[in-house]
C-alpha cells in the first residue's frame, strides 16, 4: 500500500484564528443621538457597539468594542406605562433599607442615569463588565466633552 498522506507537505495553513488582544484591537469613537428613541432597543444597540460584536475580530475575553458617546439623552422613549410602573430598586446596606424609584422620579433626578443603568444590565457582570462600562459616555443636550477624538456619527437604524 502507498501513502499519499506521507508524500504531501504542508508547511503553511491557508487560513488562521486570530485572536484579538489589547495591543491589537482597533477601538473608534463613536456618536449616537439618543433622540426619539425607545431606552431598551437604544440601550441593547449601545451595549452591542460597546461588546465589538460588530466587528469580525471580537474576541469574547477582551475590550474590542468603540468608545460610545451618548447625546440627547433627555428625550429618550418608554412605551407603554413604564415611566410609572418601571421601578428602579437600590439598598443601603442597613436592614429595611430597601429603597425604589420609578423611572419618573429617577429621570427627573438624572436621565443620564436611566440610560446608563439600561445599557449596564446588558453588559457582561464581571470585570470586562466594569471596564467595558467605562467606554460609555453619556450627555444631555447635544453638547459632548469627546470634541478632540473626531467621533463619527453613526445611524443606530442600520446596526442589525
Avoid at 451595549?47 to 429618550?76: M, Q, S, W, Y
Avoid at 469627546?146 to 467621533?151: L, R
Wanted: aromatic share 8%; with cysteine; charged share 25%.
Amino acid at each position: 500500500m502507498f501513502n499519499h498522506t506521507k508524500n504531501l507537505i504542508v508547511n503553511t495553513l491557508s487560513y488562521k484564528t486570530v485572536s484579538a488582544n489589547k495591543n491589537t484591537v482597533n477601538k473608534e469613537w463613536v456618536i449616537v443621538d439618543a433622540d426619539g428613541q425607545t431606552l431598551g432597543r437604544l440601550a441593547s444597540k449601545i451595549a452591542f457597539l460597546i461588546r465589538g460584536k460588530h466587528k469580525t475580530n471580537f474576541t469574547p475575553h477582551v475590550d474590542c468594542g468603540d468608545n460610545v458617546i451618548v447625546i440627547n439623552a433627555e428625550k429618550i422613549k418608554l412605551t407603554g406605562n413604564k415611566w410609572e410602573d418601571k421601578t428602579y430598586i437600590r439598598h443601603t446596606g442597613y436592614p429595611g433599607g430597601q429603597r425604589t424609584l420609578s423611572a419618573n422620579e429617577l429621570f427627573a433626578k438624572s436621565p443620564i442615569r436611566v440610560v446608563e443603568k439600561a445599557v449596564k444590565g446588558m453588559l457582561p457582570k464581571n470585570k470586562l463588565g466594569s471596564a467595558l462600562f467605562r467606554n460609555l459616555y453619556v450627555y444631555t443636550g447635544d453638547q459632548h466633552k469627546q470634541k478632540a477624538q473626531n467621533p463619527k456619527s453613526i445611524n443606530l437604524n442600520t446596526i442589525k
